[in-house]
Nanobody
Framework: QVQLVESGGGLVQTGGSLRLSCAAPQSMFGISAMGWHRQAPGKERELVARVMSGGSTKYADSVKGRFSISRDSARNTVYLQMNSLKPEDTGVYYC?????????WGQGIQVTVSS
């Protein structure tokens, strides 16, 4: 069973910053994409950002200019730098990795932005 290990969540005030990390097993080769989704209370899960193996990135419109995703391929780790956080960024953030058309998910990590 593939396990993605997430870290870096927590409570922060509006305007603050957090950095999320997600590590896939070192033995997991051939990952084509890694990224983050989030689920706010009472809402559906949505894509926040993703990075492809070639380096291309995609962001939700709501986080463009504030969040930045990066990937350390040697460590199978993806990072999400979140700046200028807003209360609407509150939710559970889920890391994912795609390999051979299968998507593997982390357990989720809570991010809470207080107003």
């Amino acid at each position: 069973q593939v396990q993605l290990v997430e870290s870096g969540g927590g409570l922060v005030q509006t305007g603050g910053s957090l950095r999320l990390s997600c590590a896939a097993p070192q033995s997991m080769f051939g990952i084509s994409a890694m990224g983050w989704h989030r689920q706010a209370p009472g809402k559906e899960r949505e894509l926040v950002a993703r990075v492809m193996s070639g380096g291309s990135t995609k962001y939700a419109d709501s986080v463009k200019g504030r969040f930045s995703i990066s990937r350390d391929s040697a460590r199978n780790t993806v990072y999400l730098q979140m700046n200028s956080l807003k209360p609407e960024d509150t939710g559970v953030y889920y890391c994912y990795a795609v390999r051979d058309r299968f998507t593997y998910w982390g357990q989720g990590i809570q991010v809470t932005v207080s107003s």
